[in-house]
C-alpha cells in the first residue's frame, strides 16, 4: 500500500518507512493499485474494489473449471459455493492483500496450460506462460506454478517426448523472465535480489498441527475445538468416500478430466513443496496457516469436486446429501462471519482500518508529537500507514527469517534508551497482525528499560522514559 502511494505521489517505486526493502515483495499488486489510484482514489480505496472484483472472478473460473472437470453443473455451483463462503477467502478477499490476484493468476495459468494440453494452440501456452509469470510478480511462491506446468506439459502430453520438452521450456522461459527482470533491478537497486539467506532449521510438530487445523476448517466449523473439529472432518471424508464406492455410477471419465485433475494435483504439490522448502531454508517463522493454505484449499475444491464426477447424483441419495451437508455448512459459516465483520470496531479483525485503529488515542499521542522526537515501535509500519512520519523498529533479538540471534542487540537497546530519553515514545501495539516473534516481548522492554505508560486503548501502549 505504500509503495502504491509513493508511486502516485510521484515518490518513485519505494518502501514507506517501516517496511522491508522493495524487493520483499513482487511489485504487481502495487502497481494495481497505483494505476487505479493515478485517476483519483487512494490506493487503499482501489484496495477496497479491486480485491473483491478479482475474488468474484475467482468465484467465476472456479465454476467453469469445475464444470469442465466434472461435467455437472449442479457440482460447478457447489463448488463455486465452497469458494465464495469459505471463511479464509473471504477474509483474505476483504484485505489488501495479494493474495487474491495471485490466486486468480494461478488458476488461469494452470487452466490454460490444461487447455494447451488438449488443443495444442501455442496461443494457449503462450497465455499459461504471461499469467505465470504475473502470478510470480503477484508473490514469489508462484514459481511453484510454474514448475507444476513445466512438469505437467511433459507428465501429461500427447505429443512426443522431444515435442513436450520444448513446450515445458519455452513456457518455462517466458514465465521466469520477468521475474528475472524484476529481481536484476532490485539487485541494481539494493545491492541484492533477494533479503534471504539458506539457513537450515527444522520445523517443530506444530507447524503440520497448525495446517491440519487450518485444513479442517474447509470441512467442519472453526467452532469447534481441536482435534474434535479434526475428527469430524476425517469422518466426514471417510463416510464420503464410503458413499462414493458405493454410488451408482454414470458416464466413463473423459481423458482431458483426468488430465486437469492430474495438472491440479501437480500444482497443489509443488505449492506445498514450496511452503516446506520455503519454512525448512529461509523462513523460520514460516506456518501452515489459512493464509498460506489458501491456494492449497483452492486446488482441493476443485479435486474434491472432480472425485464425484462418475457419482449419479440424481440415484445416489446419500452423496448428494452429504454434499449439501458440507456446502451448507460452508455456507452457514461464511454468513455468520460477514455478518460479524460488518461494522466490527475491533483492532484485530479489522486491521489498520479497524474503527479501534481510527479512533486510537495512542495513535493521537504519536501525531503530536514534535517533528524531531524519536518514536520506536514494535510495528513502524502502522505509525507511518496513520501518522505519516517514519518510526525505528525496536532492537530484535533475533534476525525475522533465520531465527539467529542479533549480536548488537544489547547496544541498540541503549542507542534506544537514550533516543527516547529526549522526548521520544516507544509505542508498542498488541492489536498488531504482523509477525513479531523476532522482537522483545512488551513485558521484556518493560523489564529492560524505565518505561512509563503515557497512554494506552484497545491497540496499544505508548511509553515515554522515565527521567
Not at 115 to 127: D, E, H, K, N, P
Not at 182 to 202: D, T, Y
Not at 375 to 391: E, L
Request: charged share 15%; aromatic share 8%.
Amino acid at each position: 500500500m505504500g509503495t502504491a502511494r509513493s508511486l502516485v505521489d510521484g515518490q518513485g517505486y519505494t518502501s514507506p518507512p517501516g517496511s522491508p526493502p522493495v524487493g520483499n515483495f513482487p511489485p504487481l499488486f502495487s502497481l494495481v493499485l497505483a494505476a487505479v489510484g493515478v485517476f483519483g482514489p487512494d490506493p487503499l480505496t482501489a484496495a477496497r474494489f479491486v480485491n473483491p472484483i478479482v475474488f468474484g472472478l475467482t468465484v467465476l473460473v472456479v465454476g467453469l473449471l469445475a464444470r469442465r472437470l466434472t461435467g455437472s453443473l449442479p457440482l460447478a455451483f457447489a463448488a463455486q459455493l465452497l469458494v465464495l463462503a469459505g471463511i479464509d477467502f473471504l477474509a483474505y478477499a476483504t484485505s489488501a492483500l495479494s493474495e487474491p490476484l495471485f490466486l486468480l493468476l494461478s488458476l488461469l495459468a494452470m487452466a490454460a496450460v490444461a487447455g494447451f494440453l488438449s488443443v495444442r494452440r501455442r496461443r494457449l501456452l503462450l497465455a499459461a506462460a504471461l499469467l505465470a509469470a504475473a502470478a510470480c510478480l503477484t508473490r514469489y511462491v508462484a514459481v511453484a506454478g510454474i514448475a507444476a506446468g513445466a512438469a505437467g506439459l511433459v507428465l501429461l502430453s500427447d505429443r512426443t517426448l522431444r515435442r513436450a520438452w520444448r513446450s515445458a521450456f519455452a513456457f518455462a522461459a517466458v514465465a521466469v523472465a520477468p521475474l528475472l527482470g524484476w529481481l536484476a533491478w532490485v539487485q541494481s537497486r539494493e545491492g541484492r535480489a533477494v533479503n534471504r539467506e539458506a539457513v537450515f532449521h527444522a520445523p517443530d510438530g506444530d507447524y503440520v498441527v497448525d495446517g491440519l487445523r487450518s485444513a479442517s476448517t474447509w470441512i467442519t466449523t472453526d467452532t469447534l475445538t481441536w482435534p474434535a473439529r479434526g475428527l469430524v472432518a476425517v469422518a466426514v471424508l471417510a463416510g464420503m468416500a464410503w458413499a462414493i464406492r458405493r454410488a451408482p455410477t454414470r458416464d466413463a471419465v473423459l481423458k482431458d478430466q483426468r488430465r486437469g485433475a492430474a495438472l491440479g494435483g501437480l500444482a497443489v504439490l509443488a505449492y506445498l513443496g514450496a511452503l516446506v522448502v520455503d519454512r525448512f531454508l529461509f523462513d523460520v517463522t514460516g506456518r501452515l496457516d489459512a493464509r498460506f493454505l489458501l491456494a492449497v484449499h483452492l486446488g482441493a475444491v476443485l479435486l474434491g469436486v472432480w472425485a464425484l464426477r462418475r457419482v449419479d447424483l440424481s440415484r445416489s441419495h446419500l452423496v448428494r446429501l452429504g454434499v449439501s451437508a458440507v456446502v451448507g455448512l460452508q455456507v452457514a459459516n461464511g454468513a455468520l462471519w460477514v455478518y460479524d465483520a460488518v461494522d466490527d470496531p475491533a483492532a484485530r479483525p479489522g486491521g489498520f482500518t479497524a474503527p479501534a485503529w481510527v479512533a486510537s488515542e495512542v495513535i493521537d499521542q504519536v501525531r503530536a508529537l514534535p517533528v524531531e522526537a524519536p518514536v520506536y515501535s514494535n510495528q513502524a509500519d502502522a505509525v507511518w500507514f496513520h501518522t505519516g512520519r517514519a518510526a525505528s523498529l525496536i532492537p530484535a533479538e533475533r534476525a525475522l527469517l533465520t531465527g539467529e540471534r542479533n549480536e548488537g542487540y544489547e547496544a541498540e537497546m541503549v542507542a534506544m534508551a537514550d533516543a527516547l530519553s529526549r522526548g521520544g515514545l516507544l509505542v508498542y501495539f498488541t492489536a498488531t497482525p504482523a509477525r513479531t516473534v523476532f522482537l522483545p516481548t512488551q513485558a521484556e522492554l518493560q523489564q529492560a528499560l524505565a518505561l512509563q505508560p503515557v497512554v494506552s486503548d484497545d491497540v496499544g501502549v505508548a511509553y515515554s522514559l522515565r527521567p
